[in-house]
């Protein structure tokens, strides 16, 4: 199995970028791992929250592959602990066949159309972050997963 992030613009804050490397070469000893970058919408400015949300879900619709377990990183979606979080993705690398795909939507959050293409939802966290910081701030947490699930130090009680 992998896991793949899939995001919507590219990480424009170096410091935040600096962090998603240092997560990802890490992630990289202990499974496939990748984050695919999607293009913001061009004339957003001129464009209503619906239409962005409207064109961005097509994009996304492209990314997928058949197979893919879609889990939607949305303020709606199940909360869990560090601790659940990597029973969570240890249970799917038995589960999902070739690709779990996390996907980390636009300022407006999704189209209809993902969600119906969506197989869960979670949820980071009850507050807001930026879409520059959770990148970094879920990739962590997928590293202590990784780091949970090998009995490693990282994490701790």
Do not use: W
Not at 58 to 72: A, P, Q, S, T
């Amino acid at each position: 199995m992998k896991i793949v992030v899939l995001v919507i613009g590219k990480t424009n804050q170096a410091f935040v970028q600096d962090g998603i490397e240092e997560f990802c070469g890490r992630l990289k000893h202990y499974i496939p791992f990748d984050i695919e970058v999607v293009a913001d919408i061009k004339n957003a400015k001129n464009r209503s929250f619906q239409e962005i949300k409207d064109r961005e879900g097509d994009i996304l619709l492209k990314y997928f592959r058949h197979g893919d377990h879609i889990v939607l990183l949305d303020e709606n979606g199940k909360q869990y602990s560090s601790l659940e979080f990597a029973h969570f993705i240890e249970k799917k690398t038995h589960q999902v066949g070739k690709r779990l795909v996390f996907v980390v939507g636009g300022a407006y959050g999704f189209s209809e159309k993902i969600y119906a293409k969506a197989n869960e939802k979670i949820s980071i966290s009850k507050m807001t972050f930026s879409h520059q910081m959770i990148r970094l701030i879920f990739v962590e947490q997928i590293y202590r997963a990784m780091t949970i699930m090998n009995n490693e130090p990282y994490h701790h009680e």
